[in-house]
């Protein structure tokens, strides 16, 4: 579930640390010596242009003159810290930690820092050429086998590995329904995992498959257009709702409208069909 941030790239992570941090001195009565106000965003657009361009020594070069820029800002910031009221000291005292972290992050650390307002979005490899990453948070879809129903949508927090992500799905499952599944198909991801009181089928079993699971194990692929539908009618592809707390109702919400369209779409069919009888019950008579 990708959530409502630009691409993070270094110049622009550090044009916004050095805009939030001018705009929260002003905020709080701080007097800077330099805002770099004009500077920083031309040697942002500059930095974007010598990539472009393929002019890497360039572009490194102005992106370490920007990072020296967003260290002076933020030094000033902190050497006035004291002067802010409480809650003020607060805010100020976050903002300079978040910005200590993009200032100080590598191209190839771990637990890096992809948006200064949303500090829990985590970088998810999809592997894909048209989206090789994506920027947002883990989510575990659960639906009943035969009608597709959505029985649990539940954010990931941390980007875990796939199999250990079933137990806590299946446990929003039974806490939302008040039924306990017996049974779980799931995709090659899973493959290894044991849940006590829980059968798991995965496609690649040949021991014990009868025909009937079979089948059922290929009808788990009923599950992608749901995916597919909620990103795309659902709004599950961008999530607007801030925190680790708005990317857990988010995904519930995308579930439940899932399964109010799917309902309304029989009810549409449904009053069809009667009107379609009625009317042909009235040519007859």
């Known amino acids: 579930m990708p959530k409502a941030?630009?691409?993070?790239?270094?110049?622009?992570l550090l044009e916004r640390c050095c805009e939030h941090l001018v705009k929260a001195a002003a905020r709080h009565g701080l007097k800077l010596r330099q805002n770099y106000n004009r500077e920083a965003p031309r040697l942002a657009v500059q930095i974007g242009r010598y990539a472009h361009a393929k002019q890497y020594k360039r572009m490194r070069k102005s992106l370490r003159t920007l990072r020296s820029r967003v260290g002076r800002v933020m030094r000033d910031v902190q050497r006035q810290v004291d002067r802010a009221s409480d809650s003020g000291r607060v805010a100020?005292?976050?903002?300079?930690?978040?910005?200590?972290?993009?200032?100080?992050?590598?191209?190839?650390?771990?637990?890096?820092?992809?948006?200064?307002?949303?500090?829990?979005?985590?970088?998810?490899?999809?592997?894909?050429?048209?989206t090789p990453?994506?920027?947002?948070?883990?989510?575990?879809?659960?639906?009943?086998h035969k009608e597709g129903l959505v029985v649990g949508a539940r954010s990931m927090s941390g980007n875990p590995y796939d199999g250990h992500t079933l137990a806590e799905a299946l446990e929003q499952?039974?806490?939302?329904?008040?039924?306990?599944?017996?049974?779980?198909?799931?995709?090659?991801?899973?493959?290894g995992v044991a849940i006590d009181g829980v059968k798991i089928y995965h496609p690649g079993l040949r021991r014990?498959?009868?025909?009937?699971l079979r089948a059922m194990i290929r009808r788990r692929s009923a599950i992608e257009p749901a995916i597919g539908h909620?990103?795309?009618?659902?709004?599950?592809?961008?999530?607007?709702?801030?925190?680790?707390?708005?990317?857990?109702?988010?995904?519930?919400?995308?579930?439940?409208?899932?399964?109010?369209?799917?309902?309304?779409?029989?009810?549409?069919?449904?009053?069809?069909?009667?009107?379609?009888l009625l009317l042909n019950s009235a040519v007859h008579m």
């Not at 499952?173 to 493959?191: F, H, Q, T, W």
Request: proline share 3%; with cysteine; charged share 25%.
């Open 5 to 12: 941030i630009a691409h993070p790239t270094d110049s622009r």
């Open 92 to 130: 100020l005292l976050g903002l300079i930690a978040r910005t200590k972290r993009i200032l100080a992050q590598k191209p190839k650390d771990k637990n890096k820092l992809y948006a200064l307002h949303a500090p829990e979005v985590e970088c998810l490899a999809k592997g894909k050429i048209r």
């Open 133 to 144: 990453y994506e920027f947002g948070v883990k989510v575990s879809i659960t639906t009943t």
């Open 173 to 191: 499952a039974a806490i939302l329904s008040d039924v306990s599944p017996e049974v779980a198909i799931v995709d090659r991801g899973y493959k």
């Open 208 to 212: 014990g498959i009868t025909r009937g």
């Open 230 to 276: 909620m990103k795309t009618d659902g709004k599950l592809d961008r999530n607007w709702l801030k925190g680790a707390l708005g990317d857990a109702m988010h995904a519930v919400l995308c579930g439940a409208g899932h399964n109010l369209r799917m309902i309304l779409r029989k009810l549409r069919f449904f009053y069809a069909f009667m009107l379609a």
